[in-house]
């Protein structure tokens, strides 16, 4: 399996720099990390690493071939859970993102519903979450049907951290052959749920992981908050049991994954070495 980063290395810094820093530390993958429609005012001065879904799909990839990069997956993460309303990151920018994946060959779109944000979304009941959430992704996983690549669920969020909430998505969308899972082993703890039991439930439909081990700080907050976007401490230096989800995984076949930390380069070192002992 590939070990991958996530494009998020230096704070302010262009796609491009990005690279370059993943590329110092020995990568040699990488997510399409953020995703916007339209243009991005910081993205096209240089201090923000977002790639726009309407921009040329190849030239994205000549610049991580410039790199030697590989594209892992093309991150879609939006907001299910919410109202549509055209300034929502939501199924458009889903679509748009399996069109920019399937035009330069990349298999995998990772998306995910998060934590709701208006008054609507708070209220939504558990049946009324999981039908929004399958209904936004109705047309997005047809389309990515027809185009050869398949659309990830990641945990990062009240529905998708938990066992139940994949079980009913998978239901409502006919368990569609496109329909996968994007293993967040830091999510996944935080929402509540055992990364290794969703690793054995949902291990046939597991196709990427991003990596995350937390410490015990943040205890307080499991089943409180839904989503960490990175940890500060090295694979196998917190309390999740990385070491169970590798036995489960390591014969799945997953081409690649990514470590989504915050730090030096000697802790993606050590997180790298970590992974690489238990079989990955």
Same mark, same amino acid.
Request: include cysteine.
């Given at each position: 399996? $590939?070990?991958?980063? @996530?494009?998020?290395?230096?704070?302010?810094?262009?796609? &491009?720099?990005?690279? #370059?820093?993943?590329?110092?530390?020995?990568?040699?993958?990488?997510?399409?990390? !953020?995703?916007?429609?339209?243009?991005? *005012?910081?993205?096209?001065?240089?201090?923000?690493?977002?790639?726009?879904?309407?921009? =040329?799909?190849? &030239?994205? #990839?000549?610049?991580?071939?410039?790199?030697? *990069?590989?594209?892992?997956?093309? %991150?879609?993460?939006?907001?299910?859970? !919410?109202?549509?309303?055209?300034?929502?990151?939501?199924?458009?920018?889903?679509?748009?993102?399996?069109?920019?994946?399937?035009?330069?060959?990349?298999?995998?779109?990772?998306?995910?519903?998060?934590?709701?944000?208006?008054?609507?979304? #708070?209220?939504?009941?558990?049946?009324?979450?999981?039908?929004?959430?399958?209904?936004?992704?109705?047309?997005?996983?047809?389309?990515?049907?027809?185009?050869?690549?398949?659309?990830?669920?990641?945990?990062? /969020?009240?529905?998708?951290?938990?066992?139940?909430?994949?079980?009913?998505?998978?239901?409502?969308?006919?368990?569609?052959?496109?329909?996968?899972?994007?293993?967040?082993?830091?999510?996944?703890?935080?929402?509540?749920? $055992?990364?290794?039991?969703?690793?054995?439930?949902?291990?046939?439909?597991?196709?990427? +992981?991003?990596?995350? !081990?937390?410490?015990?700080?943040?205890?307080?907050?499991?089943?409180?908050?839904?989503?960490? /976007?990175?940890? =500060?401490?090295?694979?196998?230096?917190?309390?999740? !049991?990385?070491?169970?989800? %590798?036995?489960?995984? #390591?014969?799945?076949?997953?081409?690649?994954?990514?470590?989504?930390?915050?730090?030096?380069?000697? *802790?993606?070192?050590?997180?790298?070495? @970590?992974?690489?002992? %238990?079989? +990955?």
């Amino acid at each position: 399996m $590939n070990i991958g980063v @996530f494009l998020l290395i230096k704070p302010f810094a262009s796609v &491009e720099e990005q690279l #370059k820093s993943a590329k110092s530390m020995g990568f040699k993958c990488a997510d399409i990390t !953020d995703t916007n429609s339209g243009g991005s *005012m910081l993205g096209t001065a240089g201090f923000s690493p977002t790639v726009s879904l309407d921009d =040329n799909p190849f &030239e994205v #990839k000549r610049l991580f071939d410039k790199y030697e *990069m590989k594209i892992s997956t093309v %991150c879609a993460h939006a907001s299910l859970l !919410d109202p549509s309303m055209p300034s929502r990151y939501s199924t458009a920018e889903i679509m748009k993102a399996i069109r920019m994946a399937a035009a330069i060959g990349v298999r995998d779109v990772i998306t995910t519903e998060n934590e709701p944000h208006t008054g609507w979304g #708070k209220k939504l009941t558990f049946e009324q979450r999981t039908f929004v959430i399958a209904e936004k992704l109705y047309e997005p996983l047809r389309m990515a049907g027809d185009y050869g690549v398949r659309l990830l669920i990641e945990n990062h /969020g009240p529905v998708t951290d938990t066992m139940e909430g994949l079980r009913e998505i998978f239901r409502l969308l006919d368990n569609h052959p496109a329909l996968g899972i994007n293993l967040d082993t830091g999510n996944s703890w935080l929402g509540g749920s $055992n990364p290794v039991e969703l690793a054995r439930e949902f291990k046939s439909r597991i196709h990427h +992981i991003h990596w995350k !081990d937390l410490g015990e700080d943040w205890i307080p907050r499991r089943q409180k908050q839904y989503g960490a /976007g990175f940890s =500060n401490i090295a694979m196998g230096d917190g309390i999740i !049991d990385i070491k169970g989800v %590798c036995e489960v995984l #390591k014969d799945a076949g997953i081409e690649n994954s990514t470590l989504e930390i915050v730090g030096p380069p000697e *802790m993606f070192e050590k997180s790298v070495k @970590f992974l690489k002992s %238990c079989g +990955i």
